[in-house]
């Protein structure tokens, strides 16, 4: 069984920057790509960024790239989302998920792709 866990969040002021991380475990995972994505209040959850777990292929969504980025550390089965500049409207509930065995026309933003879902960190931007 994958299990996924998020751990970073936090309250911070705009300007700040944090670093999610998402620490996988159950299998190995070669093969896999990950993704993050949010849910904000009163808000569906949307796409923020992803990464394939070996070949490092990554995508953004346009509204993080160029203040987000995405890496993996494949030793340590975990992925992480650094944030900075944060908005307040980058205040969510911040999910990490795994895709299975990826394949090359995957998009990273097709939510109901992943596999498995982490339980979510919570990151708050104050104004």
């Known amino acids: 069984q994958v299990q996924l866990v998020e751990s970073g969040g936090g309250l911070v002021q705009a300007g700040d920057s944090l670093r999610l991380s998402c620490a996988a475990s159950?299998?190995?995972?070669?093969?896999?790509?990950m993704g993050w994505f949010r849910r904000a209040p009163g808000k569906e959850r949307e796409f923020v960024a992803g990464i394939t777990w070996s070949g490092g292929r990554t995508s953004y969504a346009g509204s993080v790239k160029d203040r987000f980025t995405i890496s993996r550390d494949n030793a340590k089965n975990t992925v992480y989302l650094q944030m900075n500049s944060l908005k307040p409207e980058d205040t969510a509930v911040y999910y990490c998920?795994?895709?299975?065995?990826?394949?090359?026309?995957?998009?990273?933003?097709?939510?109901?792709?992943?596999?498995?879902w982490g339980q979510g960190t919570q990151v708050t931007v104050s104004s």
């Open positions: 159950g299998r190995t995972f070669s093969t896999d790509a």
């Open positions: 998920a795994l895709k299975s065995y990826f394949y090359t026309s995957f998009k990273f933003y097709t939510e109901a792709a992943y596999d498995y």
